[in-house]
């Protein structure tokens, strides 16, 4: 049995925000995989553009073949570390010339220097993108 009581206060409210989505009948069941964005399979961390873009594609195309809807990034660093926006950036535009119906969504990792500000302006700075999923409104 899973004890909600282990978890910090932010990721209890996370989880019992997840399974509400996730249990109300009004509620489209979705399936998420966690995605580190640090994690570069097919390009490396310099690389940047439509080169990154493709190989953000073919990952959403993987996914979406075996049956998962969208992508949970954790977001380990933001505005302390750069490069987690650009990332995402590149994630959510993959996502978009895709247009396949895959849904992003943030998992603000609070471990590595985080804050509450750096959690508003990942869900500020993409909230108006067609591809971010709206499982927590």
């Known amino acids: 049995m899973f004890n909600m009581r282990r978890l910090s206060p932010t990721a209890a409210l996370s989880a019992a925000m997840l399974f509400f989505a996730c249990t109300s009948a009004s509620a ?7 995605y580190m964005v640090t994690n570069q399979d097919y390009q490396s961390d310099d690389t940047s553009g439509s080169a990154k873009i493709a190989a953000y594609e073919k990952e959403i ?4 073949a075996i049956g998962i809807d969208g992508f949970a990034l954790n977001a380990g660093g933001w505005s302390n570390q750069n490069y987690y926006v650009r990332y995402a950036s590149e994630m959510f535009e993959a996502a978009l010339q895709l247009n396949s119906g895959f849904k ?3 998992s603000a990792d609070m471990c590595c220097g985080n804050s509450m500000n750096d959690v508003e302006d990942m869900m500020r700075r993409f909230a108006g993108n067609s591809r971010y999923s709206n499982v927590y409104y």
């Open 28 to 34: 489209q069941k979705m399936v998420f995989a966690h």
């Open 61 to 64: 195309q993987q996914a979406q």
């Open 104 to 106: 992003l969504m943030f």
